[in-house]
């Protein structure tokens, strides 16, 4: 029972994570990802942060870690054409890290 539940929750910070990438992203970007796109591209910024080591590596004097939001675009670039999706527009995909990012920043910062 406690792994549905465990389900529900994520499901829910997805759909969270999702509307406020919606939000985050400028104007004439709005348009450029379905849910179903934008869904895909978060599973794969946390294959990027889970295979990558970068949640390993020791956090800054002020606790951050450096994570290089160009290196997961790149990532994102190579693996929906593997996976044959998108195309995606490379700068659209930044906005999408970014707001990514700044959701977790804004948790981090209400806890």
Do not use: R
């Amino acid at each position: 029972m406690d792994t549905n539940n465990d389900f529900l929750l994520e499901d829910e910070d997805d759909e969270k994570t999702i509307a406020f990438i919606k939000n985050y992203l400028p104007q004439e970007m709005k348009g450029a990802f379905s849910d179903d796109d934008l869904y895909y591209i978060l599973d794969v910024i946390v294959d990027y942060y889970t295979t990558s080591g970068c949640l390993d590596a020791q956090p800054d004097d002020e606790g951050y870690i450096n994570i290089d939001q160009d290196e997961i675009v790149d990532y994102i670039m190579k693996e929906s054409a593997k996976d044959g999706m998108g195309p995606f527009d490379p700068e659209a995909v930044f906005f999408v890290v970014e707001g990514e990012m700044e959701y977790g920043n804004q948790l981090g910062e209400a806890q």
